[in-house]
């Protein structure tokens, strides 16, 4: 039985007469590749804040790499990884800034932090680009290095969101075998995306649906469960009947 | 009468540095929903901001409604509706003060054109008095898309509408862009969705400032075979790595729960890349001769660019 890295169980968060997140309950066991989908609106963005450390809940249980989202939020930040699209890495420091300053951030040792930072750069190909400011850099790039970044510190998991907009089609299939290699080293991913072909990258999907888990379980499973011949046909058929609108 | 026309246009940023459009030919008849699909990076942007006289070109030529875009800025100003992608519209304004707004720079009202918008205005309308900087992004999303419509415009330009949208909104967005295209509205919309071509009549395929490919969706993938197979099995990680190792093989790209791969022409068949796999002790191995998509088309003209140049 792998160690579960992600519990939840009836887990809630309200604003005011809103409940955003609505008594969600699931395991993710580690080096688990979780995807986690719903439309806008759905509460994925609140549930993962409130995994991150970032949000209280306003009840049920969660624990993050055996840490309480209620009394430990600081310990969970410190064994988490993050990464989103909408910021990643800061334009006007170089590859090598950003990776020291996220480095730096998560307490990894300078001697230490100097080798994995080369080791990093060569591993990306990027020994040329080290000492460009980020921000001249394609999209594709940037997202490769935040990853990697975002994992540097050898994390229990790490929560990416819509990691992939925009990007081409092959860089898009380059990172996912980023994804899958952090995931054979026992790195738990749990990541948001709105391409549903990646849906099917994930060992398992759970679909919200106005703030509740509509659906949980394996693609090839769900598939069959709903009849549908892919994760974008399972999808539209359980948002459709979403009542509320992001 | 062509409603986009563009001759040799080229644009670029940094004194040079960075290529932004290359050499761009593209003719857009009047009435047509076009799709400029590509990734970030691609031109897309570029390309609007030059036909919504927002931005010169460094060179070239480019039409809009017969109207030349450095010439007769004015009058294309006033014919054409633009939703960047980046909300753009006063935060600090409601709803209904954005549209009031917009109606009056182009010198009508929100009641006069009122039909215009009805359809996709009605689901906002309940929340009119709310600023526009306090709403979801499927709200502002059809915001925009209101004040883009409200002066009647003959060329509707779309960047990255869907952007960052869900799966059940883009489909709703799409039914729309539908609708507006059966009034006779010309509509040139961008997107990374590739899936999207399908909705469009023409797309253009575009990738680091150059157009690869006009044409309908059937038409250019018809045009791009490909020896393809979807290769399914136990551990598809390994199976990946394996497979990108096989002599025959050109490519190898994740789809969904298969793995498309390219085989090289000479190959025929998939029996070999069966052997070799089993040989590499994978299980549960399924293979299938397969027609390309439009994600694999472009991939392939990805590929073969990096490779000619």
Known sequence: MPEIVIHTDKLTRKFGEFTAVDAISFDVASGEIFGFLGANGAGKTTAMRILCGLLSPTSGVAEVAGFDVYKESEEIKKHIGYMSQKFSLYDNLTVKENIHFFGGIYGIPRKELKEKTNELVSRLGLNAEADKLVGSLPLGWKQKISFSTAILHEPKIVFLDEPTGGVDPITRRQFWDMIYEAASRGITIFVTTHYMDEAEYCDRVSIMVDGAIAALDKPSEMKKAFGAKDMNDVFLQLARGATRGD | MAAVSLKNINRTYLKGEVKALQDINLEIKSGELFGLIGPDGAGKTTLFRILTTLLLPDSGKAMVAGFDVVDNLWDIRKISGYMPGKFSLYQDLSIEENLNFFATVFNTTLEANYHLIEEIYVQIEPFKHRLAGDLSGGMKQKLALCCALIHEPKVLFLDEPTTGVDPVSRKEFWDMLDR???????????????????????????????????????????????????????????????????????SCFAFGEESHVSLKHTEGDSEGLKAYLLQHKHTGIAIKSIEPNIEDTFIKLMLEKATNA
């Open chain 2, 180 to 250: 507006l295209k059966a009034r006779g509205i010309t509509i040139i919309v961008s997107t990374p969705y590739m899936d999207e071509a399908s909705r469009c009549d023409r797309i253009a395929l575009m990738q680091n400032g150059e157009i690869l490919e006009v044409d309908t969706l059937d038409g250019i993938i018809g045009r791009h075979s490909q020896n393809l197979f979807a290769v399914n099995g136990d551990n598809r990680y390994e199976l990946m790595k394996t497979i990108r190792t096989y002599d025959g093989t050109l």
